[in-house]
């Protein structure tokens, strides 16, 4: 079964590593600049800064798009998960519930977002870090095709074969870390192609990624680059450039950079 597709604004403002205390103050800033999607999950611990924030803004809650994520501990208890977060987001739905990852157990716990999302408490459900096989699984098993498949996305990872089966699929792909979490926003082949638009390496990214027909979802802390990434929606890529950035994958993970340089695999 496909779901009635839903609306998804393309621009998220990604939390990861963002404190509560702190998006509180960020997020009615955000809203004000025209963010209305917010991407959280209960791994994050921030749920509640952002349900905060979202009361704090004064913007009535269905203007407000809220993805959050089932973490793999509670893959056995995706019910009381579930409703932890909604108290903690100060709502009594969630626009998108994401299997935050495929570990142990994920199938059983997809059934359990299936059963959520019928009741009505999830508009939409979706997975987060799939894979082809993965998502084959899901297709010939279970009743319900993932709305979304949010996965690492930038030129240095372009995933082209997972994109076009998602494309071919109806499952939307959503980019996170589209700005390589920061590691490679000096590369001079961006540079040029920014410098020739007179705009930032990190507009450029988003450009790209929304140019796919993705949803972004770039973390700041900061108002300038908040401001920025909003306004990225307004670059037109030449074709010439958009296939240039296309040819630069070399299957770089910034999340295994990330924790390579804390000593820690993924
Ligand atoms: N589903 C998953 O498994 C998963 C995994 C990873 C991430 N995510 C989601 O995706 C979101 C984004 O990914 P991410 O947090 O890994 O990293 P990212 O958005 O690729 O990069 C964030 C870094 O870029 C910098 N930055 C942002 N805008 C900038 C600008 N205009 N100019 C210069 N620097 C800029 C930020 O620093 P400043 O604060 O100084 O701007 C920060 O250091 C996460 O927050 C999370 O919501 C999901």
Known sequence: MIPEKIKIPQIALGTWGIKSEQLVQLIPQAIKIGYRHF????????????????????????EIFITTKLWRTDFLRTGSAF?????????????LYLLHWPFFFWSKAWTDLERI?????????????????????????????PAVNQIEFSPFYYQKDLLDYCQ???IQVESYSPLTRGFRL?????????????????QILIAWVLKHGLVALPKTTSLLHLQQ??????????????????????????????????????
Do not use: H, M
């Open 229 to 266: 990434n909003w306004d990225a929606q307004q670059i037109e890529l030449a074709e010439a450039d958009f296939a240039y950035l296309n040819s630069l994958n070399e299957n770089y993970s910034a999340l295994s950079t990330f924790w390579s340089r804390r000593g820690r695999p993924i």
């Open 83 to 95: 409703n932890a977060s909604l108290e903690r987001l100060q709502t009594d739905y969630i626009d």
């Open 39 to 62: 991407d959280t999950a209960r791994k994050y611990s921030n749920e509640d800064g952002v349900g905060e924030g979202i009361k704090q803004s004064g913007v009535s809650r269905d």
């Open 186 to 202: 000096e590369d001079p082949k961006l540079k040029v192609i920014a410098q020739k638009y007179q705009k930032t390496v990190p």
């Open 168 to 170: 071919e699929n109806n």
């Open 117 to 145: 999302y019928k009741s009505g408490k999830a508009r939409s459900i979706g997975v987060s870090n799939f894979n082809i096989k993965e998502l084959e699984t899901i297709k010939k098993k279970y009743q319900i095709t």
